[in-house]
């Protein structure tokens, strides 16, 4: 089996950090979302990997070329975005034989093993992951016969034919790629895969659902991923790789290497990345920081804060997303007042 991932897309929901970076490449609890994805499918048997690449390309080829996997990835560049089938039509070569295509702002908690086993088992020429959600109206949904099977697959409708969506997993036998070639742009322009496996449907091809049990978050808004963070972090082992001076530690919580907590209280879940200093600050539960961290004199909660980021006398910080390399610090210059330099489609609170 092959697996197709993309992480392409503009991730205009997740602006302004998506102006300078992927937004498959967002960390979550200090893991890129692209990598649950790769982990999945080699988890599931995937021998080739074929990632989909849009903008910031050459950002998505450091990351991932930055780790040492076990299967061989092939990096494919689709150009403008016009739909998830078009992917496939991108990948075409690549794609020889059955795969699995994993969208990579997904995470599932329980992975995809089971899944493609029930797809070998089955004999499908498509399977299609579903779960129920409160929103389907943002989703590729499904209207399922009476035995569970799928009768049609609408995408974003305004009139949900049901609450089961689309997880954004899919199983294929290669004959998805005539299906593909088949339809025509939706009222989006693009090529949609509901439309492609509708037309297997219609064409008598075996497509059945595989329902998810475990949760799954699509990481597409900020609530998104702060979700996805503290569903990840309630699952972490404590493990202290750093050091620690006049310091206390509660709950579940990852300290990685070289990192350095002085003075203060960490309260999990949550983790410190390699190499951050944490001196007289509290961070509490369901935050990430990431690697190369200062943090002084500050508290931070249910927060992100990504890679080489310095905060000093930074007040109290909550639900928060901060990008790689950010300076916050309190203002000592006279007149008093908040200094901001703000990107399009920020949002703070004061």
Excluded at 27 to 34: D, G, I, S, T, Y
Aim: proline share 5%.
């Amino acid at each position: 089996m092959k697996a197709l991932i993309l992480s392409g897309g503009s991730g205009t929901r997740l602006r302004p950090l998506t102006y300078s970076q992927q937004k498959q490449l967002i960390p979550v609890a200090n893991k890129p979302v692209l990598f649950y994805a790769i982990e999945d499918v080699i988890e599931a048997g995937a021998d080739e990997i074929g990632i989909i690449l849009g903008p910031n390309k050459d950002q998505v080829i450091d990351t991932v070329q930055a780790e040492l996997w076990d299967v061989p990835i092939k990096f494919i560049y689709q150009g403008e975005p016009r739909g998830l089938a078009h992917t496939i039509l991108v990948a075409e070569k690549f794609l020889d034989d059955d795969f699995v295509m994993y969208l990579g702002d997904n995470i599932l908690r329980d992975g995809i093993v089971r899944h493609k086993e029930r797809f070998n088992n089955l004999k499908s020429d498509a399977s299609v992951l579903l779960t129920e959600v409160n929103d389907p109206q943002r989703f590729g949904v499904a209207d399922l016969n009476q035995d569970g099977s799928i009768r049609r697959l609408v995408e974003k409708p305004k009139v949900p034919p049901s609450n089961y969506a689309l997880v954004g997993v899919y199983f294929f036998k290669p004959v998805i790629i005539d299906a593909c070639k088949a339809i025509k742009p939706s009222w989006r322009n693009e090529l949609e895969i509901t439309d492609a496996i509708q037309w297997l449907i219609e064409k008598g091809y075996k497509v059945d659902a595989s329902f998810v049990e475990g949760w799954w978050k699509d990481t597409g808004k900020p609530e998104d991923i702060f979700e996805a963070n503290r569903l990840i972090l309630d699952d972490i082992a404590t493990k202290n790789e750093g050091l620690m001076e006049g310091s206390r530690v509660m709950g579940r919580v990852i300290i990685e290497k070289e990192a350095r907590i002085e003075r203060s209280v960490i309260k999990g879940p949550c983790i410190i990345g390699k190499g951050s200093v944490i001196s007289d600050s509290y961070i509490g539960p369901y935050t990430s920081v990431g690697s190369g961290c200062s943090i002084c004199g500050t508290e931070v909660e249910d927060t992100i804060i990504m890679d080489d980021c310095r905060i000093i006398n930074g007040g109290k910080i909550v639900e928060s997303l901060i990008g790689r390399n950010v300076r916050i610090q309190e203002g000592v210059a006279l007149p008093k007042g908040n200094r901001l330099i703000v990107g399009d489609n920020s949002e703070i609170s004061l």
